[in-house]
């Protein structure tokens, strides 16, 4: 790949949509430091990119297209600083997407004439084709900085869920909010409603909005309402954001059955510290949960993940991978294989 090295970084042009892939990277470990951004990124097959702005004010990196081995997605850091240099590096944005939807990452007050470099990688070592552009205007959605804790994970007994959120007021002229809906495992959200703007009889606007949905089987959903973008509107908004829990596996109100989960050893890691769990099926290497966390060891259900479906699928065994990032120090991994208890001692 022409642009692995940093001195070979590709240029980038204003509204220039370029594709480009992981595959294939290797990193140049005198060329970053992950004391910079070691809670947000680990560097494995990463590439590099050049953006220098014409004039100074907002720009977007709109990130879209991705094609990648794993369900996890690209990794982007925008830095300024002599390359190869890190001591003169100062970190813009730390994004690592986790999905591979079309997002878009925002960056205020650049300054026309400095160059800033893009860093893009895979994420926990993903490989991914991605077309990446650097734009006035925003594409796709605006990406999510802080993944959702898994211990907000609301269970419902219901394929019906309820979901209501607020416009404020200075997202009135926005035409429409956008209801995506993504089962954890899944590559991409979905857009199941459009809900269009309503106005009163005096033509204002109505703020306030609920809507039900079905979910499709048993699961956790990601749920995201963001606003559709005008012709000559603002960068869309993410407005509310949610995780539902149903069907086996999922701690219901009231339930007395013991749900079919398999804890994770998390009381280990330092508390507060940012953990990356992976786990794969180790016979075929496929990713069956990627998620992220603030380690709470007081908080046991954190480590609860549910393993019916795989049970069912036949799956005796798992790999999992952590990677801690503790609050001082340097991270590390860990490599685990569990054995998955009988389904028939799960009632």
Same mark, same amino acid.
Request: proline content about 8%.
């Given at each position: ?9 590709? /240029? ?29 990124? +680990? ?5 590099? @990119? ?20 794993? /369900? ?14 890190? !001591? ?8 690592? #997407? ?5 997002? @878009? ?29 650097? %734009? ?9 900085? @802080? ?12 394929? *019906? *869920? +309820? #979901? ?24 991409? %959200? ?6 269009? /703007? ?7 606007? /109505? ?20 606003? !559709? ?28 059955? +013991? ?47 549910? *393993? ?35 389904? !028939?001692?799960?009632?």
């Amino acid at each position: 790949m022409a642009n692995d090295n940093i001195e070979n970084r590709r /240029v980038l042009r204003l509204e220039e949509a370029v594709t480009s892939s992981t595959t294939g990277c290797t990193v140049q470990r005198g060329c970053v430091d992950e004391r910079l951004t070691g809670k947000c990124i +680990e560097y494995h097959n990463d590439q590099w @990119f050049e953006f220098t702005p014409a004039a100074s004010g907002r720009y977007f990196i709109n990130i879209g297209g991705q094609k990648c081995r794993d /369900v996890r997605g690209v990794q982007l850091v925008v830095l300024t600083g002599q390359p190869c240099q890190p !001591a003169t590096c100062r970190i813009l944005s730390c994004t690592s #997407l986790g999905t591979q939807d079309d997002v @878009f990452v925002t960056l205020d007050s650049l300054r026309a004439g400095r160059p800033y470099l893009l860093n893009v990688d895979g994420y926990l070592k993903d490989f991914c084709e991605f077309t990446l552009q650097v %734009s006035g205007q925003a594409a796709g959605m605006p990406v999510s900085y @802080f993944p959702p804790n898994p211990t907000r994970v609301l269970p419902t007994a219901s394929r *019906v *869920v +309820e #979901l209501n959120w607020t416009l404020p007021d200075s997202l009135a002229t926005a035409p429409a909010s956008r209801l995506m809906r993504r089962e954890v495992h899944q590559y991409r %959200s979905t857009e199941v409603r459009l809900v269009p /703007v309503q106005r009163d009889t005096y033509g204002r606007p /109505v703020m306030s909005y609920t809507v039900t949905d079905t979910l499709p089987g048993p699961g956790s959903y990601d749920y995201q309402v963001v606003t !559709a973008k005008g012709d000559a509107g603002p960068a869309p908004v993410r407005l509310r954001q949610w995780w539902y829990g149903y069907g086996p596996g999922a701690t219901l109100p009231g339930a007395d059955a +013991e749900p079919a989960v398999l804890e994770l050893p998390l009381n280990k890691y330092p508390t507060k510290s940012n953990l990356s769990v992976v786990i794969t099926n180790p016979s075929t290497g496929r990713v069956l949960l990627s998620r992220q966390l603030i380690n709470q060891p007081a908080n046991r259900r954190q480590g609860h993940v549910p *393993v019916r479906k795989w049970q069912e699928a036949g799956i005796e065994k798992i790999a999992v991978e952590i990677t801690c990032h503790p609050l001082r120090g340097h991270f590390f991994t860990d490599k685990l294989l569990l054995v998955l208890p009988p389904q !028939a001692s799960l009632r």
